[in-house]
């Protein structure tokens, strides 16, 4: 038992020695891309949790929202309360409308405000929720979001969610996590739960 106790203290030392070294060897300070994507549940909560940490730290910090018809969400009604910058799509924008027209103009009036955030060294975190679908679709140029991500201020740090993410943007992002859905309620019938899904 003794000598169980010693072998693991002894290998805990040895971790302890080699994550020390790393740390000390992570010593850059800047802003960061992070992108979470994946089918899995959990890309817009993680982003949201990261407004909040941030937020709790006194930071600056602006979110757009690039979603179908789903108004009112949750985040939003919090977020808005306490006087964060948080630009969605105005009603009427929904996958299915075949009016592109309109789609493009909801989609571009709040890129644009991204787009500005982006350009603003005040803003200490921007999210763009969902923005993946925005490229894939061509409702805003890639070229576009990366030279804007690329010439962003070197403290803002900025997350993108949102399934398919182009490879460019990975290659872009400092920090990817792929949500993997091992299992969801709603395949076993358990619809979206206020609160929980938005
Ligand atoms: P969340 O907003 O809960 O963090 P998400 O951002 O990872 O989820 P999205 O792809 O944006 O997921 O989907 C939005 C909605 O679909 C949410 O209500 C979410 O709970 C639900 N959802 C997420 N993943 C799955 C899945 N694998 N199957 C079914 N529904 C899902
Ligand atoms: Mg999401």
Redesign the pocket.
């Known amino acids: 038992m003794r000598a169980d106790y010693e072998e693991h203290k002894q290998s805990q030392r040895v971790l302890k020695s080699l994550v020390d070294e790393r740390v000390k060897q992570a010593t850059i300070s800047k802003g960061v891309m992070i992108i979470?994507t994946g089918?899995?549940?959990?890309?817009?909560?993680?982003a949201m949790g990261t407004v909040i940490r941030a937020i709790g730290h006194g930071k600056k910090v602006g979110v757009v929202q690039f979603i179908k018809g789903k108004w009112e969400n949750g985040e939003y009604n919090f977020l808005k309360a306490h006087n964060i910058d948080f630009f969605m799509m105005g009603t009427g924008f929904t996958w299915e409308t075949q009016d592109r027209e309109k789609d493009t103009a909801a989609a571009e009036m709040v890129w644009k405000e991204a787009k500005r955030m982006l350009a603003d060294p005040t803003y200490d975190l921007v999210v763009m929720d969902?923005i993946t679908y925005m490229t894939a679709y061509h409702y805003i140029p890639l070229q576009e979001l990366i030279a804007s991500l690329q010439s962003r201020p070197e403290s803002q740090s900025v997350i993108l969610?949102?399934?398919d993410c182009h490879k460019k943007l990975m290659v872009l992002a400092d920090t990817v996590t792929e949500?993997v859905?091992l299992k969801?309620g709603?395949?076993q019938g358990i619809k979206?739960q206020k609160g929980?899904?938005?």
């Open positions: 979470y089918n899995g549940k959990g890309k817009t909560t993680a969902e969610t949102g399934r949500m859905a969801h709603f395949d979206a929980i899904d938005w």
